[in-house]
Nanobody, 124 residues
Framework: QVQLVESGGGSVQAGGSLRLSCAASGRPPTLYAMGWFRQAPGKERDFVAAISWNGADTYYADSVKGRFTISRDKVKNTAYLQMNSLKPEDTAVYYC?????????????????WGQGTQGTVSS
């Protein structure tokens, strides 16, 4: 069973940065795309960013393009999300997951049970 553990959240002021990490354990397939999602209070969980198995392709939600960067370390089975120029509307619990393609993740699809997520709070 694949388990996903997110970390790196915190509280920052608008314009600040956070770097999130997602460690996958339980021998996840290395040829799968990985992605980040977020859920703000009272809202559904939405897609944020995805990266292909080899890192060659990335895909972002329009709301984070130019501010967030997704990356991965295949050896460590870890994905990262660098978040810059943060805005109060970025406040959410951030989750990671995986699927066969970045397109699937972009459709809010995910293969594995959701982890606990990590809270990111941006104050104005």
């Amino acid at each position: 069973q694949v388990q996903l553990v997110e970390s790196g959240g915190g509280s920052v002021q608008a314009g600040g940065s956070l770097r999130l990490s997602c460690a996958a354990s339980g021998r996840p397939p290395t040829l799968y795309a990985m992605g980040w999602f977020r859920q703000a209070p009272g809202k559904e969980r939405d897609f944020v960013a995805a990266i292909s198995w080899n890192g060659a392709d990335t895909y972002y939600a329009d709301s984070v393009k130019g501010r967030f960067t997704i990356s991965r370390d295949k050896v460590k089975n870890t994905a990262y999300l660098q978040m810059n120029s943060l805005k109060p509307e970025d406040t959410a619990v951030y989750y990671c997951n995986a699927d066969r393609t970045v397109q699937a993740l972009g459709l809010n699809r995910a293969l594995y049970p959701w982890g606990q997520g990590t809270q990111g709070t941006v104050s104005s």
